[in-house]
């Protein structure tokens, strides 16, 4: 299994509280994701990353950051949390290695965090 | 429009039976197609990619890609319950990035 964890796996927020969620690598992949996954939809890209401070939008930024300040780490922060916001919560990275590895395409994912905001 | 439809489910078939999986993508610059499978609760995993016109096989899946009508598909042949699952599929352009289809639930009958 690719090195990846997401936490917390499961997290029941109130609408306009600050959520962090985190995904750690073990695996030096120069590319990291967060996509949402919610029933009718399939997987959406949020944010991602292709290096330690370099991060892009995704089609479904908006209430959305992220930060990266190392390689293995890659957080996603919803400021004030809304209900549209409950969803599971996936961390992917591809299948490329090193600080200037080519990205394969295929993405390994995480087990998902679930995030419930009332 | 979404950039990627997949037809829609859920899809019942009965074991050894073909299950038979399509899926359409808009922008013409994609170059990679995957199949992501997906069990219920758990995180998508890849079972095919495919980069090429044509058929590729891989044990008892086979995806095609066909450019000009801009349409890929998976076809997964000998169906087995263990292959009951959400199927979901993935195009990339040139930026690093896939963008999935909602998915196809296929369930195979005992």
């Known amino acids: 299994d690719a090195g990846i964890t997401q936490s917390p796996r499961h997290k029941v927020t109130e609408t306009g509280t600050p959520v962090t969620l985190r995904c750690h690598q073990t695996?030096?992949?120069?590319?990291m994701y967060w996509y949402r996954q919610d029933p009718g939809h399939g997987l959406r890209l949020i944010h991602y990353?292709?290096?330690?401070?370099?991060?892009d939008k995704g089609e479904v930024s908006d209430g959305y950051s992220v930060s990266r300040s190392k390689t293995e780490d890659f957080l996603l922060t919803l400021e004030s949390a809304t209900s549209s916001q409950t969803s599971v919560y996936f961390c992917?990275?591809?299948?490329?290695?090193?600080?200037?590895?080519?990205?394969?395409?295929?993405?390994?994912f995480g087990e998902g965090s679930r995030l419930t905001v009332l | 429009q979404k950039e990627v439809e997949q037809n829609s489910g859920p899809l019942s078939v009965p074991e050894g039976a073909i299950a038979s999986l399509n899926c359409t993508y808009s922008?013409?610059?994609?170059?990679?197609f995957f199949w992501y499978r997906q069990y219920s609760g758990k995180s998508p995993e890849l079972i095919m990619f495919?980069?090429?016109?044509g058929d590729k096989e891989d044990g008892r899946f086979t995806a095609q890609l066909n450019k000009a009508s801009q349409y890929v598909s998976l076809l997964i042949r000998d169906s087995q319950p263990s292959d009951s699952a959400t199927y979901l599929c993935?195009?990339?352009?040139?930026?690093?990035?896939?963008?999935f289809g909602a998915g196809t639930t296929v369930t195979v009958r005992a």
């Open positions: 990353s292709y290096g330690v401070k370099d991060t």
């Open positions: 922008d013409r610059g994609s170059q990679s």
């Open positions: 495919i980069y090429s016109n």
């Open positions: 993935a195009s990339e352009a040139d930026d690093y990035k896939l963008s």
């Open positions: 992917a990275i591809s299948g490329s290695r090193g600080a200037s590895g080519g990205n394969t395409g295929e993405l390994f």
């Open positions: 695996e030096n992949h120069r590319y």
